[in-house]
């Protein structure tokens, strides 16, 4: 059985760890679309948090407190940063890291494409799973945002060419939630590059080829719409007739982990498992999903057109998440199109 997962963020990273589980298990071969949505460049250096947190996660490197970045990690380059006054002082690089986003940067300015790095990258960590940037290409996620006093030409930047704006400004994501933590007066999200970008190496293979399609547990406005953003993307997932099985990231009214309700409520949809199936939406009607996992306080979730099925759905340890893992697949094995 060949599975793929469109993932992002701290929670596809723990998903992944349980379908790592259960592939091994059953020897079905396992591949992760990985969002680079939150790609940036800082200190001159590009930094792929999503692609870090999943290999870290899976190659055993990751801080188990943080859930974020490496174990053991030490912050004598951030320290001397800050000793230079050197912007942004909000994101703070850890020395281990710094390892990694050097070595990213070097191979990227020598003409590797991401993908390729992320290979190389990876053949270190040896995550058991194979792991594919969406795209090569420039794709970052901006959040446009109030800004009641704008610097003179300010604009959005989107692929909309939208020129000078009164009262508004874009800023990375990366900023708007480790600086601001999501707290300003926020318009809309846009996905800088999307529209020029293509999928990376492998992906749309990987999408034709697979028996069943998994999206995590992940924010679906930040770690998954940046994905299917990609032109070919989305297509590729409705062009192939294997099932499509979405776990939900929220349980109860509550997002499992991050700021997802932040996000939800800046597109006017609700923070419930059944907001974000009919976000997706269901794909009889041009959607995305055939099956949806909700956890058992949400046992009362119905979705027009997509198959429900309660597990719990807490990813407290792999084996936990490999029994989420192997519940996605039953219900993809049967699903219905119906509710319930």
């Not at 932040?262 to 009889?284: I, K």
């Not at 407290?316 to 697949?329: C, L, N």
Request: charged share 20%.
């Amino acid at each position: 059985m060949r599975i793929v997962v469109l993932t992002g963020g701290i929670g596809g990273a723990k998903f992944l760890v349980g379908a790592r589980e259960y592939a091994r298990r059953t020897g079905a071969e396992l591949t992760a679309v990985v969002n680079v949505g939150d790609d940036v460049i800082l200190h001159g250096l590009r930094i792929s948090p999503d692609l870090d947190s999943v290999m870290y996660t899976l190659g055993g490197g990751a801080d188990p407190e943080r859930g974020w970045g490496r174990a053991g990690e030490t912050w004598a380059v951030k320290n001397e940063l800050a000793a230079y006054q050197a912007e942004p002082t909000w994101f703070g690089l850890g020395d281990r890291d710094v390892a990694t986003h050097l070595v990213r940067t070097t191979m990227l300015n020598a003409g590797y494409p991401l993908s390729a790095v992320t290979e190389a990258l990876c053949a270190r960590w040896q995550p058991g799973v194979r792991l594919l940037p969406a795209t090569d290409d420039r794709l970052e996620t901006h959040v446009v945002v109030s800004d009641p006093e704008p610097a003179a030409g300010d604009t959005v930047d989107d692929d909309s060419g939208t020129g000078p704006v009164g009262g508004e400004r874009a800023i990375h994501f990366q900023e708007w939630w480790i600086r601001h933590r999501g707290a300003l007066p926020t318009h809309r999200f846009v996905f800088v590059g999307a529209a020029q970008a293509k999928p990376a190496a492998g992906v749309l293979e990987a999408l034709a080829a697979a028996d069943v399609m998994l999206i995590a547990p992940s924010n679906p406005v930040v770690s998954i719409a940046p994905v299917l953003a990609v032109p070919g993307i989305r297509e590729a997932l409705a062009g192939n007739p294997a099932p499509v099985v979405g776990v939900s990231p929220i349980i109860g009214d509550a997002p499992v982990r991050g700021m997802a309700d932040r996000c939800l409520a800046v597109l006017g949809e609700p923070c419930t498992a059944a907001g974000v199936a009919a976000l997706y939406g269901a794909r009889r009607t041009a959607g995305l999903l055939d099956g949806w996992l909700v956890d058992p306080v949400d046992d009362a979730t119905r979705v027009d057109g997509i198959e429900v099925r309660a597990v719990p759905l807490w990813m407290s340890d792999p084996a936990a998440t490999a029994a989420m893992v192997e519940a996605a697949i039953e219900l993809a094995d049967r699903p219905t199109g119906v509710t319930g």
